[in-house]
């Protein structure tokens, strides 16, 4: 129950895949390059922001997850619910207090912070650590800095508890850094995840003079169902879809049998329903002590609610408390720029910048939430990060009615997707079965990610054979066909 409740509220609150920074040795077999600076955006990262004496702001105690459970059962046992949803918020509360913030917006403790690299990669020491800078944002950082030396090769890292506005000014003053330092005035941007939006933040503030390239990496576009769902109190555990993501994650045959054994017995079921019941019960509870306290001025996660959530979450949120006009006026302003996404790209696609869009699906989604069913790279909605395509509910194929007048070239080999339905169809390449931002070191998806990143003119999906609209890959993120 424990994992279910305490720890899935805690991290729907933007669950991340971002592998945490470290460094890399750049004393690779790099090419000549006479290119632009390549610039990184990384995506949220809940497990990188550090306290002062270095140590994890956000670390789960395993001791602490045992109390927890044993706690539980106790006032389970008794019969005390309401025990039960109060031990879940002291144990949530407890989890995130270094990274919580006031009404004000002031965090709970002033020393935590997100470590930055103000330089390129060439003055990063350990760059050898296959196991810190495997896959994900970091693995293309790594893949870049190889290939074109780490002198053209930045990363940025941000705390997601800033606005929008906030982390695009910090933005603007690191790209100043970097043409300072590399005494370029174009550069190339991989906007990975979270990032993306931040990058988009920039684009409407600063403008698109000093970007030559844009490559949006699984793309927070106008937020994500998950959070709007977390941020409106639509909690809801499907034990179908709990199954089937249990048995995906796992990846263990011993265990995937064990899964399908306890839901043939309604196991799933069961813990589904008595979850559902706390949830629905305790929200207000759940919310207000723990959720709101926590979360309320975290501007950044404001920036990835989806605008159709925005006035359920205002209400659940704020209705009927105090002092928080200051948050009010800054989440109103986070809104409006949330509005202005689809203009934002744009602006950016007839600016004559090269954008390009790539988006992943065939993940599942954590089934906590209604809309679970909706495909996904295992973080965000795949139909938000590729800017309007057409998908089928997860593990079915879209029907022959869907797809009545979509010409072929828009339709995936596995009749999962329409693609006509992107805002820039022939700049969105979808990718099946890769990874949230993907990018795993020396991985054709990298190779992939650095093409478009350095082509001299607006790639397309027929630019290049080897990159069509639509791709597939491995485990190992491989391209295979389909």
């Known amino acids: 129950m424990k994992k279910v409740i305490s720890l899935l509220l805690s991290a729907i609150m933007l669950f991340s895949l971002c592998v945490p920074a470290s460094a890399a040795d750049t004393a690779t077999e790099a090419v000549e390059y006479d290119g632009d600076p390549i610039v990184i955006v990384k995506g949220i990262d809940f497990a990188s922001l550090v306290k002062e004496d270095g140590s994890n702001a956000l670390a789960l105690d395993p001791v602490d997850l045992l109390g927890l459970v044993f706690e539980i059962g106790g006032y389970k046992a008794l019969g005390k619910e309401d025990a039960v949803a109060q031990a879940i918020v002291n144990f949530g509360k407890n989890l995130f207090s270094d990274i919580a913030r006031d009404k004000e917006g002031n965090p709970a403790n002033p020393g935590v912070h997100m470590p930055k690299y103000l330089h390129s990669a060439a003055y990063i020491t350990d760059f050898d650590d296959d196991e810190k800078w495997a896959d994900t944002a970091v693995g293309l950082f790594r893949s870049v800095a190889r290939r074109f030396g780490g002198e053209n090769t930045y990363l940025y890292t941000f705390d997601w508890r800033l606005s929008p506005q906030e982390l695009a000014a910090d933005l603007k003053s690191f790209l100043d850094l970097v043409m300072e330092e590399t005494g370029k005035d174009k550069l ?12 988009t933040c920039y684009i409407d503030t600063y403008g698109t003079d000093n ?13 994500a169902d998950i959070v709007g769902s977390a941020f409106t109190g639509d909690l809801v555990i499907d034990a179908e879809f709990l199954t ?56 950044g996660l404001w920036g990835m609610v989806p605008d159709e959530y925005y006035d359920d979450a ?66 965000l909605e795949s139909q938000r ?10 593990g079915e194929t879209l029907s022959d009615e869907e797809l009545a007048g979509v010409a072929e070239e828009y ?27 993907g990018c795993k070191t020396g991985s054709d998806h990298t190779e992939f990610a650095i093409w478009l990143l350095t082509q001299d003119t607006q790639p397309t999906v027929y630019t290049n054979p080897a990159y069509p609209r639509f791709l597939n890959c491995d485990a190992d993120e491989n391209f295979i066909g389909f």
């Not at 339709?411 to 890769?434: E, F, G, H, L, M």
Request: net charge negative.
């Open 411 to 437: 339709i995936s080999p596995d009749r999962i997707v329409n693609a006509s339905t992107c805002r820039y169809p022939n700049q969105t390449w979808i990718v099946k079965d890769a990874k949230h931002v």
């Open 244 to 299: 089937d993501f249990l048995a995906a994650k796992l990846n263990n045959p011993f265990l995937t049998v064990i899964v399908k054994i306890l839901d043939f017995f309604g196991f799933f079921r069961s813990i589904a329903k008595f979850v559902n019941n706390v949830i629905s019960t305790h929200k207000e509870m759940i919310y207000d002590d723990f959720l709101v306290e926590t979360f309320a001025t975290a501007y």
């Open 188 to 199: 190339d941007v991989a906007a990975c995840s979270m990032g993306g939006m931040i990058t």
């Open 385 to 394: 990060t590729s800017s309007g395509a057409t998908f089928a509910r997860f």
């Open 211 to 223: 970007l030559d390239s844009v490559v949006y990496l699984s793309p927070a576009h106008n937020g």
């Open 314 to 379: 205002i209400e659940l949120f704020f209705d009927g408390k105090e002092g928080y006009d200051t948050a009010l006026e800054k989440i109103a302003e986070v809104r409006a720029f949330v509005e202005r996404t689809e203009d934002i790209h744009d602006k950016l696609y007839n600016s004559g910048v090269k954008m390009s869009i790539v988006s992943h699906y065939d993940r599942e989604q954590l089934p906590i939430y209604s809309k679970s069913y909706l495909h996904g790279d295992g973080v």
